[in-house]
């Protein structure tokens, strides 16, 4: 049998997200990353900048996922907590790092000040994880890896993440274009496709409702067996064009 895929969970971390002031993206760019590998990003949540909810949604999400990824809360402010959180929900303590200070320290020189020095404290045992950006190191401490919030940081830190990573069989995804009818006219076909083939998902995503234009139905199949996702395309496509419905590749 073959080795289940690894599994994954974000935990985005700040008040500006849940008050709608800034729209979260980094989800989106995690998601990407982590499909390129095979690993199954499985759950996400949004918490607050307060420590008691970044505690619980840590330990829930790091016992029940291979990975966990944070964003957010890393930065000289006194909102930024996640590393405060995060020792606290390991059980351990919160020094500075020397490589992490070093880092600063050339980054910043002369202004180099106490709120920046927030950013060297590491949870004990933790590895840094480079920043090419600003050069402030995020952080691994067991199966969790804590990045930056400013979407353009947390991406180029996902460079330094990959290669600690357990990878999986990449997931294929195909999308048939289904033109002039709504998902609810195509959901039984697809029902029975899925009980058909279990290692294939099928899901629907209208488009057009509530516009002027064209109305219809993407149909994405996806499995990380390549040639049954192409089996079940095909398949999808036969019988759409035998009930008279317009479909293509997309």
């Known amino acids: 049998m073959s080795e289940s895929p690894p599994t994954a969970a974000v935990l985005i971390i700040g008040d500006e997200v849940l008050s709608g002031r800034t729209q979260d993206t980094n989800l989106t760019a995690i998601a ?60 351990v303590a919160l020094p500075e ?35 090419p950006v600003t050069d402030a190191p995020g952080f691994q401490i067991g199966n969790v890896f804590v990045l930056a919030g400013v979407p353009t940081i947390m991406t180029a830190m996902l460079e330094d993440v990959a290669p600690r990573l357990r990878t999986g069989a990449v997931v294929h995804a195909r999308t048939i274009r289904v033109t002039g009818v709504g998902e609810g006219d195509v959901a039984e076909m697809l029902t029975a496709a899925a009980r058909a083939e279990r290692e294939v998902s099928f899901g629907s995503y209208p488009f057009g409702h509530g516009s002027v234009g064209e109305i219809g139905t993407n149909l994405v199949v996806r499995g990380r067996d390549a040639a049954k996702v192409e089996t079940a395309v095909a398949g999808l496509l036969t019988q759409l064009a035998a009930v008279g419905v317009a479909a293509v590749r997309a």
């Open 32 to 91: 990407r990353f982590l499909a390129a590998l095979g690993i199954d990003l499985m759950e996400a949540r949004t918490v607050g900048d307060r420590k008691a909810q970044i505690v619980d949604g840590l330990n829930a999400l790091r016992a029940a996922h291979d990975y966990v990824f944070t964003t957010g809360g890393i930065g000289p402010t006194h909102d930024d907590i996640t590393a405060d959180a995060v020792a606290t929900a390991f059980g």
């Open 97 to 131: 790092h020397p490589d992490a200070l070093a880092i600063l320290v050339r980054r910043y020189g002369d202004d180099f000040n106490a709120a920046r020095r927030r950013m060297a404290r590491i949870p004990e045992g933790g590895t840094l994880i480079a920043n």
